[in-house]
């Protein structure tokens, strides 16, 4: 375990180090038409592309790879970001958002889905089990109840603790963005772009993309959504090509931070359609963000928002708009590299 995290260490000081074009350059090189490959959103997307090179690694579908995958943040009760222990809505509901797309351009998702540990699965069954995309709320349990999953309590102590010292302080007002506390809390007033809406001290995603051993491509993607947000509401995370887009012929690509932002240029979709225009995966994923920046500049500031892709050929590549948000990129059993997004605001 302690030579595990050694060498996850090296690898992020050698991404520091060696990096080319962002991308340091040992992932790089084994990004380059290396195959399989998968990668997710944030530092907790190692453990989760451990469980996908699981599939992958014994020639296994990327469909397969990614939904083993992303349960690891899901049941984690740690992770107070995905799923079980994730922190709840205003109300003190735990709503879950999950989505999964393959490589034939199947999709399937549920939204603001309450007390179903594992929503990917159940995106899963929408795709193969109906004739819809996508379910939410009580029609999304009923369904889930309906195929076998078990209604269970999602909130763990430690996040009704979290709920319930955020409501000594907000209002209960829909107050858009309230929150945005980056400011508060740590006995500090200084700016700190790692407690953005969005960013390290508040990202509720995984979102991760795979490409198999027979050249397929499938994504997934699951959040709690953002921390004490209003009862009902949903972000770009079960939105087909907002949160995740797959095209088999191109490449996929999924999104974390500020759903809002996200959904209104339809991100995850303009970076594939980005790279089928020829666009690098990290180029696409930059002009996305670029493209926020030129809808809304006030706002880009004040939030993250990153972008993560990977193309048919195995080549990767992340953008984000300000610094803190990092992907976990793996290509075999021991090789796991951790990688920090560029970045737009210096
Ligand atoms: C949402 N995109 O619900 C998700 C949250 C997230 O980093 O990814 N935060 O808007």
């Not at 997307?45 to 469909?63: P, Q, S, T």
């Not at 709320?137 to 109840?145: E, H, S, V």
């Not at 974390?256 to 995850?268: C, D, N």
């Not at 928002?305 to 195995?314: C, E, R, T």
Request: glycine share 12%; proline share 4%.
């Amino acid at each position: 375990m302690k030579s595990r995290r050694n060498f996850l260490k090296t690898a992020a000081l050698g991404a520091a180090a060696l990096s080319l074009d962002g991308i340091p350059a040992a992932a790089a090189s084994r990004g380059k038409g290396r195959k399989p490959i998968v990668v997710s959103t944030w530092d907790f997307g190692i453990a989760a592309n451990r469980a996908a090179w699981g599939v992958l690694g014994k020639g296994g579908r990327a469909l397969d790879a990614v939904e083993a995958g992303v349960h690891v943040p899901e049941a984690d009760e740690k992770n107070v970001t995905v799923g079980y222990g994730g922190y709840p809505d205003r109300d003190g509901r735990v709503t879950l958002d999950a989505c999964i797309m393959d490589e034939f351009g199947n999709c399937g998702s549920v939204a603001a889905i309450e007390h179903i540990k594992h929503p990917i699965s159940v995106a899963r069954k929408v795709m193969e089990k109906t004739p819809h995309v996508m379910l939410v709320g009580d029609g999304a349990l009923q369904f889930a109840l309906e195929n076998g999953f078990r209604k269970e309590n999602l909130l763990t102590p430690e996040s009704e603790k979290a709920w319930k010292e955020w409501l000594k302080k907000a209002e209960y007002k829909p107050v858009i963005n309230i929150e945005n506390q980056q400011y508060e809390g740590k006995g500090t007033t200084a700016f700190n772009p790692l407690r953005l809406p969005g960013n390290a001290w508040n990202h509720d995603t995984i979102g991760m993309v795979a490409l198999d051993a027979a050249g397929n491509l499938s994504g997934a993607c699951t959040t709690s959504g953002m921390a004490f947000k209003m009862h009902g509401r949903v972000g770009d995370s079960p939105i087909i090509g907002a949160g995740l887009y797959v095209d088999n012929e191109i490449g996929a690509a999924t999104a974390t931070g500020v759903g809002e932002e996200v959904i209104r240029v339809v991100g995850s979709f303009l970076v594939v359609e980005l790279m089928r225009q020829g666009y690098s995966p990290e180029a696409a994923c930059k002009e996305a963000v670029l493209r926020i920046v030129k809808k809304k500049p006030a706002k880009a500031k004040e939030i993250q928002i990153g972008f993560l892709a990977l193309n048919k050929k195995g080549e990767h590549g992340a953008y984000c708009l300000h610094p803190g948000f990092s992907y976990a990129c793996t290509t075999g059993e021991k090789e796991e590299v951790l990688i920090k997004g560029k970045y737009y605001f210096q």
